[in-house]
């Protein structure tokens, strides 16, 4: 005799989905806004040119731009949750060991692996919320992780250059390193998903196909053509890196005139848009 034991459906709980990604996208904000101030003090305790700084920056960002790319693929065979959870764990743990660096080469390893822990953030972390927030919540849903972005990019910009001051740079490494691996635990622990976007994009054909689709939608094109151009001079890294080492090193600012003032720049950068 044949039993059919029926599988209960996965119970999502999408408000929580939301808290954990937006505190993890806080984090995520603050450690961006935090690293150019690491970045002048490795100069001097490591004895590094600009010219290293800016190539590490470079390279972190570049790396991490590609994996991101990789999601389109990535999330076809493995679950949003882990590519967001064991990301944050690696993130933190990557963005802490750099407290332990006694050179460059010894921090820039557990730093390009930081950012490309980080790089799940934005495109499967919201993802995931468009996928279990129902279509007339969803504009909420990715407002509000955008908003938790915003709100750690003001409270860095504000208490960075105190908190360096306050603990160094190795102690502010590990401040905001513990918080993004515990909060990765977490969304392993508790956020679920239905699976039910990786089955229809596995359904709809190969990842080629999918991009074919994108090229060929002339409006698709220009929106990413836009969104590429205008990535290189907004947003977080190496353009505030820049900044902050012509305020420190052209302009010859001392620490707290400039402190101040990449904070301003960073704080009105969130409204003014």
Do not use: C
């Not at 935090?34 to 100069?43: A, E, G, N």
């Not at 622990?189 to 990842?207: C, I, K, M, N």
Request: without cysteine; glycine residues 14%; proline residues 4%.
């Amino acid at each position: 005799m044949r039993h059919d034991i029926r599988v209960p459906p996965v119970q999502i709980h999408p408000m929580r989905s939301l808290g954990l990604l937006s505190v993890a996208h806080a984090i995520n904000h603050a450690q961006a806004v935090l690293l150019p101030l690491i970045f002048l003090k490795i100069i001097d305790e490591f004895g590094v040119g600009v010219v290293s700084i800016a190539f590490l920056a470079a390279i972190g960002a570049f790396l991490s731009g590609m994996v991101q790319l990789s999601y389109a693929g990535l999330t076809r065979v493995v679950s949003r949750r882990r590519l967001l959870g064991f990301g944050g764990v690696l993130s933190g743990g990557g963005f802490a060991l750099q407290a332990f660096a006694t050179g460059l080469a010894s921090f820039a390893i557990p730093n390009i692996a930081s950012r490309i822990g980080g790089s799940p953030q934005h495109p499967v972390g919201n993802g995931l919320l468009a996928e279990q927030f129902p279509a007339t919540r969803r504009g909420f849903a990715i407002s509000a992780h955008i908003a938790g972005g915003n709100v750690g990019t003001v409270v860095i910009a504000l208490i960075g250059a105190p908190l360096i001051l306050a603990v160094g740079w190795r102690g502010a490494a590990i401040a905001f390193g513990l918080p993004a691996i515990a909060v990765g635990i977490l969304i392993l622990l508790f956020v679920r998903e239905r699976g039910t976007d990786r089955a229809a994009a596995r359904a709809s054909g190969t990842v080629r196909a999918a991009f074919g689709r994108i090229l060929r939608d002339r409006d698709l094109r220009w929106l990413y053509l836009t969104a590429a151009l205008g990535g290189g001079g907004r947003g977080l890294g190496v353009v505030n890196l820049f900044a902050l080492i012509y305020m420190t090193r052209v302009l010859g600012l001392d620490e707290g005139t400039s402190g101040l003032m990449y904070g301003v720049l960073i704080v009105f950068s969130v409204p003014m848009p």
